[in-house]
């Protein structure tokens, strides 16, 4: 079906170059000489969040569920990972020690990747156990890793690049054309990885180990997800917009208005809906994605600064954690 916001090629997008360069390349698309990631809008200071609010004092900076395992993962400012129930996330919450606060979260079907910029360390909390944690060493500030097969793919924001781990060895670097490796996606066959100083995302080829093609991602992306057609589902904070790309190349195939800095995303399977905070207005969207364009089916008021969103695939819930302390909420759409 052909989508009805598709951009066209060259009319305002260009093609990122892929190959390693010795000194940073001038970005013909980038509109200012400073370069500067898009970060979170700042909230209204108070809101009236609708479902559950589960009270906690903590600032929550990164929010990932684990279905499988029925968990839910919140990072901190501090050195330790939170952990609730999915299903009963009003229950006490659990806390595992870490080396360093975590900076980002990613799932694998049985555990957490904390990402732990300070400490330059991948620590992966095995589920339901958490104890059993193991902290691997890296070659930089990692960003959001991800999995593929029995590799680790570790995004390395200071370093531009992208490390391959397997069994705790670095199988490979992997460099290109980009600022800062910030966040690693696979979809089934494919990987890319989003730069946030750029604003793009690129193709990353494993077995050349090489970064690809790329293109722009708005005006500011700062989150991505996949989703099951293995689309890769961008949030476009400075833009208001989100995108969906699909790759090997990486190609831009809609671009939807979303006023209100679209920030946080999450992604239901089950339900083609894409939940993406908007920390303007302290709300947060469902989009039904299964169509030609995005397609607005819920919208609720969040806790202030709705930085973070998950989703519970079997139930169905939205959790929305406030990056404030405002604790976290939980909605039944």
């Given at each position: 079906?052909?989508?009805?916001?598709?951009?066209?090629?060259g009319?305002?997008?260009?093609?990122?170059a892929?190959?390693?360069?010795?000194?940073e390349?001038?970005?013909?698309?980038?509109?200012?000489?400073?370069?500067?990631?898009?970060?979170?809008?700042?909230?209204?200071?108070?809101?009236?969040?609708?479902?559950?609010?589960?009270?906690?004092?903590?600032?929550?900076?990164?929010?990932?569920?684990?279905?499988?395992?029925?968990?839910?993962?919140?990072?901190?400012?501090?050195?330790a990972?939170?952990?609730?129930?999915?299903?009963?996330?009003?229950?006490?919450?659990?806390?595992v020690?870490?080396?360093?606060?975590?900076?980002?979260?990613?799932?694998?079907?049985?555990?957490?990747?904390?990402?732990?910029?300070?400490?330059?360390?991948?620590?992966?909390?095995?589920?339901?156990?958490?104890?059993?944690?193991?902290?691997?060493?890296?070659?930089?500030?990692?960003?959001?890793?991800?999995?593929?097969?029995?590799?680790?793919?570790?995004?390395?924001t200071?370093?531009?690049?992208?490390?391959?781990?397997?069994?705790?060895?670095?199988?490979?670097?992997?460099?290109?054309?980009?600022?800062?490796?910030?966040?690693v996606?696979?979809?089934?066959?494919?990987?890319?990885?989003?730069?946030?100083?750029?604003?793009?995302?690129?193709?990353?080829d494993?077995?050349?180990?090489?970064?690809?093609?790329g293109?722009?991602?708005?005006?500011?992306?700062?989150?991505?997800?996949?989703?099951?057609?293995?689309?890769?589902?961008?949030?476009d904070?400075?833009?208001?917009?989100?995108?969906?790309?699909?790759?090997?190349?990486?190609?831009?195939?809609?671009?939807?208005?979303v006023?209100?800095?679209?920030?946080?995303?999450a992604?239901?399977?089950?339900?083609?809906?894409?939940?993406?905070?908007?920390?303007?207005?302290?709300?947060?969207?469902?989009?039904?994605?299964?169509?030609?364009?995005?397609?607005?089916?819920?919208?609720?008021?969040?806790?202030?600064?709705?930085?973070?969103?998950?989703?519970?695939?079997?139930?169905?819930?939205?959790?929305?954690?406030?990056?404030?302390?405002?604790?976290?909420?939980?909605?039944q759409?």
């Open positions: 079906m052909l989508l009805r916001r598709l951009i066209a090629a009319a305002g997008l260009a093609l990122l892929g190959c390693a360069q010795k000194a390349p001038r970005d013909e698309l980038q509109a200012t000489d400073t370069v500067t990631a898009a970060v979170a809008a700042t909230s209204p200071a108070t809101s009236a969040p609708v479902g559950t609010v589960v009270p906690l004092a903590e600032k929550i900076t990164a929010m990932v569920a684990v279905p499988q395992a029925r968990t839910i993962a919140l990072a901190t400012p501090d050195p990972l939170l952990l609730l129930s999915l299903d009963n996330p009003a229950a006490p919450a659990r806390e020690t870490l080396p360093g606060p975590a900076t980002a979260l990613s799932a694998t079907t049985d555990s957490v990747l904390a990402s732990i910029g300070s400490a330059k360390q991948i620590v992966t909390v095995p589920l339901p156990d958490p104890a059993a944690l193991n902290a691997q060493p890296v070659h930089g500030a990692p960003g959001t890793a991800a999995t593929s097969g029995d590799r680790t793919l570790v995004p390395l200071d370093t531009k690049a992208v490390d391959v781990l397997r069994r705790g060895v670095t199988e490979k670097r992997i460099t290109g054309s980009v600022f800062s490796a910030d966040q996606l696979t979809t089934g066959q494919n990987v890319v990885v989003l730069d946030r100083l750029r604003t793009a995302l690129f193709d990353i494993l077995a050349d180990g090489t970064v690809g093609a293109q722009r991602a708005g005006a500011g992306a700062t989150n991505a997800t996949t989703d099951r057609y293995g689309r890769v589902l961008v949030t904070t400075r833009g208001g917009a989100l995108l969906a790309f699909t790759t090997n190349p990486v190609m831009l195939r809609q671009r939807y208005p006023p209100g800095a679209p920030y946080g995303i992604y239901d399977p089950k339900r083609d809906l894409a939940w993406v905070t908007l920390t303007e207005r302290n709300e947060v969207v469902g989009y039904n994605v299964a169509g030609g364009e995005p397609r607005e089916t819920h919208r609720f008021a969040t806790v202030v600064q709705p930085n973070s969103v998950s989703v519970d695939p079997d139930s169905g819930r939205v959790l929305v954690a406030s990056a404030t302390g405002g604790g976290v909420q939980v909605m759409p």
